[in-house]
């Protein structure tokens, strides 16, 4: 297999702009350094994660031999959405590279871009950070049964992240397994989806009451794409539909979120951090007038995994819990003692530490999920994207602009 580079194709000028800016101390300096207080520990003991990665076995099985398996790079090699060039006019400090998704998906007032993980999540920089082949940009959506209506359903798109390949991308719907191993199904899973990390060959998705599901990158399963679009599961002919979906990614298994603190976490956001081997999550929470998200003060919580391994153990304590100063927090970072917290409600990005305190910088609007990028021959990225309807920007900084 040839030797596979990073892709780099990026606005050059936003890049000179961002430069030239950083030099002239107009972007890289922090909107406010200091002036709030940081984050304040609580008692991690508090807070513990039940794992179950069996909870479908039987059923996944069955739908395995009956529908068969489609490898990552066999979805990436029938990619069918072409993802657009960032604007000329975004230029966000830092900025190193992006996309965004076709005209359709940028404009979409029924879809929403969430969460984001990449390959290098999964597998660090091995190979470059290939999964199966491919370097892999991984993004969670929620979909509305009409514009403005209720969950309906979620996804994710696998992004192609490499100059070997196309700029090409692939929709997947996530399912739950549902009847029998006589007669297995499944069902579409409305949840907000709103943070996802990827972990070997693990996908962990954020669900807001209850803690994360998990699935299987291994088990992409084979559907029927000449049904209806609101053509769900088993059909009586014994033919399985999904929206149209040519895959779908079953869920194997829950973690469940358990707390003695006498408030339950809202699972809003999650991220990967390597070096500590744990999920960070947080929670979206309003200082006072929200309905729909509760108005309190949010949390930050890690939680580790056994050494070496990629899945949690049957039970988790947690080994750091936070109260964080700030609200409507829609993404989350931690690398190597640092966080970065974004607020997507007043366009800020807080970075923090224990021994340096919390800086402030001013952010894009609709920010969403983070994840860091590690790399071995550049500077690390932090990636990151925009939820705003025609305004969906994917794209990476360099994580050094934003460390206070």
């Not at 200082?287 to 930050?300: E, H, K, L």
Request: glycine content about 10%.
């Amino acid at each position: 297999m040839p030797t596979r580079r990073r892709r780099t194709t990026v606005n050059r000028t936003a890049i000179a702009v961002g430069v030239l800016a950083a030099t002239a101390g107009l972007f890289l300096a922090p909107a406010s350094a200091g002036a709030a207080a940081g984050p304040t520990a609580l008692p991690a003991g508090q807070y513990t994660l039940t794992a179950n990665y069996h909870q479908f076995d039987a059923v996944n099985s069955a739908l395995v031999s009956t529908l068969g398996t489609a490898a990552v790079h066999t979805v990436m090699d029938n990619a069918n959405h072409d993802r657009q060039a960032l604007p000329s006019s975004f230029s966000p400090s830092g900025l190193v590279t992006g996309f965004r998704f076709s005209s359709g998906d940028n404009s979409d007032c029924r879809s929403y871009p969430q969460g984001i993980t990449t390959s290098r999540d999964a597998v660090g920089t091995t190979n470059s950070g290939t999964y199966d082949g491919h370097q892999l940009v991984l993004v969670s959506w929620y979909t509305r049964d009409e514009c403005g209506g209720d969950h309906e359903r979620s996804r994710i798109t696998l992004v192609d992240w490499d100059a070997t390949y196309p700029n090409k991308y692939r929709k997947i719907l996530l399912v739950e397994p549902t009847g029998s191993a006589a007669t297995p199904n499944f069902k579409d899973i409305p949840i907000h989806a709103g943070g996802v990390s990827w972990f070997g060959d693990y996908l962990y998705v954020a669900d807001t009451g209850r803690g994360m599901r998990v699935f299987d990158m291994r088990r992409i399963l084979r559907t029927n794409t000449g049904g209806t679009a609101d053509q769900i599961g088993r059909q009586p002919n014994g033919v399985y539909y999904a929206h149209n979906y040519a895959y779908v990614l079953p869920q194997i298994g829950t973690i469940t979120s358990s707390t003695t603190s006498g408030t339950n976490l809202a699972w809003s956001s999650i991220s990967l951090d390597r070096v500590s081997r744990s999920i960070v999550m947080t929670e979206y929470t309003c200082q006072s007038g929200c309905t729909a998200y509760p108005n309190r003060a949010p949390r930050a919580v890690r939680y580790p995994f056994p050494a070496g391994a990629t899945t949690f153990a049957a039970t988790t304590t947690a080994s750091q819990a936070l109260q964080l100063p700030w609200y409507n927090l829609n993404g989350v970072a931690s690398h190597n003692g640092r966080w970065w917290f974004n607020s997507s409600g007043q366009k800020k990005l807080h970075y923090w530490t224990p021994s340096a305190g919390p800086t402030t910088y001013s952010w894009v609007s609709g920010g969403e999920g983070i994840s860091y990028w590690e790399d071995t021959a550049n500077p690390d990225l932090l990636w990151t994207l925009m939820e705003g309807t025609g305004n969906r920007n994917v794209f990476a900084v360099e994580q050094a602009a934003y460390d206070g």
